[in-house]
């Protein structure tokens, strides 16, 4: 190719990636607003036929695994299995600080974006719901997702979610031990159970108990040099 066509091809691949990184953020968006909402069969069509959530202790697999966490699990323990918006009820998710890395070929991509979520009851609405989580409470974590191109549109193939605390409001994070606690069962067992459970080393413990959530970039300046220490 001449320099002009060399170029010419250079600047419409990373036009190509610019596309990609604003496909792939409102994907990740749009799963928030599903979560918000409790719509389990909206969360699962953003996920490839091979998709997996990890969350907590366990990975949930396919479009089943997605629909049993965010509707027999999540809906099911939040709402009754009610879509919301429920009366009383915030289950609010805020995504934020994304990272994107498309690959060379533009086929998969790697994202990392921090939630941050704020949930309970009004008391008009608490009934027994202290039984299930705190009437009003804080979370955040941080996901490093695995995303894929199908059938030409953006997936996710692989949402890796870690909590990262969790803070009734009246108390605050410092006086607060997670409500969220780790499976130890697996589904049919755990009618709500994961798929599969990841390895005793990884998520056994919520906060105060942190977890280390490796960066799938590179520092700019320090990355090539990080990559020949590996």
Do not use: C
């Amino acid at each position: 190719m001449s320099d002009l066509e060399s170029r010419l091809a250079a600047l419409e691949h990373r036009v190509g990636e610019m596309e990609d990184i604003n496909a792939i953020r409102r994907l990740h968006w749009a799963y928030g607003y599903y979560i918000d909402f409790n719509r389990p069969d909206d969360v699962a069509n953003l996920f490839s036929d091979d998709g997996v959530v990890v969350f907590l202790s366990g990975e949930y697999v396919g479009h089943a695994g997605v629909k049993r966490l965010y509707g027999d699990w999540i809906a099911g323990r939040f709402t009754g299995g009610k879509p919301g918006p429920v009366n009383g009820l915030l289950l609010d998710h805020f995504q934020m600080q994304d990272i994107i890395t498309v690959a060379p070929d533009r086929q998969t991509a790697k994202g990392r974006f921090r939630g941050l979520l704020f949930g309970g009851w009004h008391d008009d609405f608490q009934d027994t719901r202290e039984e299930i989580m705190p009437q009003q409470f804080m979370e955040a974590g941080i996901y490093e997702n695995d995303y894929i191109r199908e059938d030409g549109v953006w997936k996710i193939q692989r949402l890796d979610y870690k909590m990262q605390w969790q803070g009734d409001y009246e108390q605050g994070w410092a006086h607060t031990t997670s409500h969220l606690q780790p499976a130890a069962k697996l589904y049919p067992e755990d009618p709500v159970g994961p798929d599969r459970l990841l390895p005793a080393e990884e998520y056994r413990q919520t906060w105060p108990y942190r977890h280390d959530v490796p960066m799938h970039f590179a520092h700019p300046k320090f990355g090539a040099l990080l990559a020949g220490q590996e």
